[in-house]
């Protein structure tokens, strides 16, 4: 992970780009957003779609797919949209985190090897997780045939290779893929440590979610509205409350509604982002300004039975040292909560090589001191960061905001700025809209 596959194929895209000829994206939903915005960011000039929206919305865009160099779809919206795909043929197509056709009798595994292209990519961090019969699945996309039938594979490398150690046909089996395999590990491609990766992770909100976001959205315009500059001024502490609302809705709506029964599209994409992680070998930091957010995600990772520590203001200074010492000494996969305030300073936590930012803060330094904990001497791995940003919603704004190092919050607070600031009342109402 970190290691450059996207850009790698941004630039292949650009490299081998024809007239009249469409790529194909074929990605888990938490990152098709990202694959467009580093498309923008890389590769401008590239007509990009992402095929998102309704299965009306994905397929008008499927039935104008040479309009555009690139499409970029889930797993799951290309298992519901393949009939629109039949007359279809990519130049490429690539998957990323092609882990996801591991089973090769998985319906997913089956759309995405009926897709017609002239050339595949698969890209993954991890090509076998648990069996040898992922890395078939995944050559079976690539060059059908090539490794026989999966009844032909079974008994010529699997069985031999897992149950009787048969190094000669591990040999054959290695001969026959590394010249279709090209893999990349941090310590081979790092000269200068430590490195530092920050990457912007694009998630959309659940329906209910969504819903939740637009009515508390539409209560505040309302309310602004009807304020006049002094008025708005004198209620600066009530209007950074109602944005607070908006950004907890964000994070998860259960942080404002107990009897809340749908999702939290930015929960399920960051806690995929970390089982990945995990299953990678690497030592997590999570931040969150909300402590409450903190309890929910370690409840949905007590499952996962990996080492857990939490720190919050509530936490006493001896029992913070001595969970940091814990986690330091751990030489497997573990993952420390730690709420913004309470972590971003005197925490040295070297042995972690990801960060997680749930939420996004006003204040960017406070981001990046937090980030700290681990990029800082005596790391020895590049740290990976990683920003959750919940799409058409405040928190872009905030992004936004941070580049311009703009402190808002310190804005709306202090009256003595207002008149100075550009966070005047009609600049909220156009951020809110």
């Known amino acids: ?173 290695v001969e026959m893929v590394t010249p279709f395999i090209l893999r990349r590990l941090k310590k081979d491609v790092l000269n200068d440590l430590p490195a530092k990766e920050e990457e912007i992770v694009y998630v959309n909100m659940g329906s209910k979610q969504s819903e939740l976001y637009k009515l508390q959205t539409q209560k505040l315009i309302a309310e602004l509205s009807c304020q006049g500059d002094a008025e708005f001024k004198r209620a600066h502490f009530k209007i950074f409350a109602q944005i607070t609302k908006l950004r907890e809705i964000c994070c998860d709506p259960h942080l404002l509604y107990e009897n809340y029964h749908g999702n939290s599209g930015k929960l399920i994409a960051t806690i995929d982002l970390i089982k990945a992680n995990l299953e990678n070998e690497h030592k997590i930091l999570l931040f969150s300004q909300f402590t409450s957010m903190l309890e929910i995600i370690q409840n949905k990772l007590r499952k996962l039975k990996v080492p857990i520590f939490v720190i919050t203001r509530a936490t006493a200074k001896k029992e913070r040292q001595d969970k940091i010492h814990q986690f330091n000494s751990l030489d497997k996969p573990a993952i420390f909560l730690i ?81 100075q600031a550009t966070m005047n009342r009609e600049s909220l109402l156009k951020i809110l809209k």
């Open 1 to 173: 992970m970190g290691l450059g596959k996207t850009l790698q194929v941004i630039s292949l895209l650009l490299a081998h780009q024809k007239k009249d000829s469409t790529n194909l994206v074929v990605a888990p939903a938490s990152v098709i957003y990202n694959w467009q915005n580093e498309a923008q960011k890389f590769a401008p000039e590239l007509k990009t779609a992402v095929l998102g929206g309704t299965k009306k919305e994905r397929t008008q865009i499927l039935a104008n797919a040479s309009k555009y160099d690139l499409l970029i779809t889930s797993y799951q919206s290309l298992n519901r949209d393949l009939e629109a795909y039949q007359k279809l043929v990519f130049n490429i197509q690539i998957l990323d985190e092609a882990q996801n056709i591991k089973n090769h009798q998985s319906i997913t595994a089956q759309s995405v090897k009926v897709i017609k292209a002239h050339h595949k990519l698969a890209l993954t961090g991890t090509p076998i997780e648990n069996k040898l019969s992922e890395l078939w699945s995944i050559f079976d996309y690539l060059m059908p045939n090539f490794l026989g039938s999966y009844l032909d594979f079974k008994k010529k490398f699997e069985l031999p290779i897992i149950k009787d150690e048969d190094e000669e046909a591990e040999k054959q089996l």
């Open 339 to 419: 709420s913004l305030k309470a972590g971003g300073t005197g925490i040295n936590l070297t042995s972690a090589d990801v960060v997680i930012h749930y939420d996004p803060w006003w204040n960017l330094a406070a981001e990046n001191q937090a980030s700290d904990r681990a990029h800082r001497m005596g790391q020895k791995h590049t740290v990976k960061i990683y920003k959750m940003v919940t799409r058409n919603s405040i928190e872009e704004k905030i992004i936004s905001l941070q580049h311009k190092k703009a402190d808002l919050a310190k804005i709306i607070l202090d009256n003595d700025g207002m008149a």
